[in-house]
């Protein structure tokens, strides 16, 4: 039900956008987690679909921003300065109609996109 796209190779301190385009009806928290070779899957940003709020990890906060298409039902994030260590999978995900979970742990979605890598070469 979540498509991802946008992933590439880049040098420090370039910039990429991640789409997620929503197949089907899902909720309104939506976020983007990331994982690193060899490291467990964190939380990199999450929106409000209805509230246009967002939220941020504190490693990315200032460079990466989370924003949404209704026309379209697209999530985007826009990285931004780009560092070696943002080297990872990146995905997209959501929260079920009426599910308020916690918006920083995975555990609380239910839908997930396939992945997308973004490279960072130093």
């Known amino acids: 039900q979540l498509q991802a796209s946008g992933g590439g190779s880049v040098q420090a301190g370039g910039s990429l956008r991640l789409s997620c385009v929503a197949l089907?009806?899902?909720?309104?928290?939506r976020g983007w987690f990331r994982q690193a070779p060899g490291k467990e899957r964190e939380f990199v940003a999450a929106i409000n679909w209805n509230r246009e709020s967002t939220y941020y990890a504190q490693s990315v906060e200032g460079r990466f921003t989370i924003a949404r298409d209704r026309v379209n039902n697209t999530m985007y994030l826009q990285m931004n300065n780009l560092k070696p260590e943002d080297t990872a999978v990146y995905y997209c995900a959501a929260q079920s109609n009426h599910y308020q979970g916690n918006y920083y742990y995975e555990a609380y979605y239910q839908y997930w996109g396939q992945g997308t890598q973004v490279t960072v070469s130093s």
């Open positions: 089907a009806s899902i909720g309104p928290r």
